[in-house]
């Protein structure tokens, strides 16, 4: 007699779908939801990312953090009447992108061009640098827009960063 197996658990409705969320582990996913909780006024499980983006430049994260202050402005400008922890999450998860798909990579680029300049030159990468706590020396940051990227004009643009970026992964 062959066995049935069991349908997987449901999500939550206000709640992510992990299996579209790769980047984050359910621990990551309860930390976001606790900060997410402290913009929810209501107790109705959505926020309006006016606050946020207030409280944010407050502590000067627009300075600090541009990709970070910048994914959360695009978040504004997609849901004007709030959003949802779902949304908000799964949101972010695809604004990431992924490094296996050009589509993903292009957002990935997207989310880096705070500017929306169309490339990434040195100053930017000095910053993306700087977000997570690292500091690169002009000279290495010349080589590797030159070198690796093969952008001997100093500006990165999408097809450059997918090509270096598939290089990398494969």
Same mark, same amino acid.
């Given at each position: 007699m062959a066995r049935r197996q069991a349908p997987a658990p449901k999500t939550p409705k206000n709640e992510p779908d992990l299996s579209k969320c790769p980047d984050f582990s359910a621990q990551d996913v309860a930390e976001i939801?606790?900060?997410?909780? +402290?913009?929810?006024? /209501?107790?109705?499980? /959505? +926020?309006? !990312?006016?606050?946020?983006?207030?409280? !944010?430049?407050? !502590?000067?994260?627009?300075?600090k953090y541009p990709t970070v202050y910048t994914l959360i402005e695009r978040l504004q400008n997609q849901?004007?009447?709030? +959003?949802?922890?779902?949304?908000?999450?799964? @949101? +972010?998860? @695809?604004s990431l992108g992924d490094g296996e798909t050009g589509e993903g990579l292009t957002r990935m680029f997207e989310l880096l061009d705070v500017e929306d300049k169309k490339y990434l030159d040195k100053a930017r990468f000095h910053s993306i640098a700087r977000e997570i706590g690292e500091h690169i020396p002009d000279e290495e940051l010349e080589e590797i827009i030159t070198d690796y @990227?093969?952008?001997?004009?100093?500006?990165?643009d999408v097809d450059?960063? @997918?090509k270096f970026m598939i290089k990398s992964t494969f």
């Open positions: 939801k606790e900060a997410f909780d +402290i913009f929810d006024h /209501t107790g109705k499980g /959505t +926020i309006n !990312l006016f606050d946020m983006i207030g409280y !944010l430049e407050s !502590l000067k994260v627009n300075e849901f004007p009447k709030g +959003i949802s922890f779902k949304e908000f999450v799964e @949101y +972010i998860q @695809y @990227y093969e952008c001997p004009n100093g500006k990165v450059a960063f @997918y």
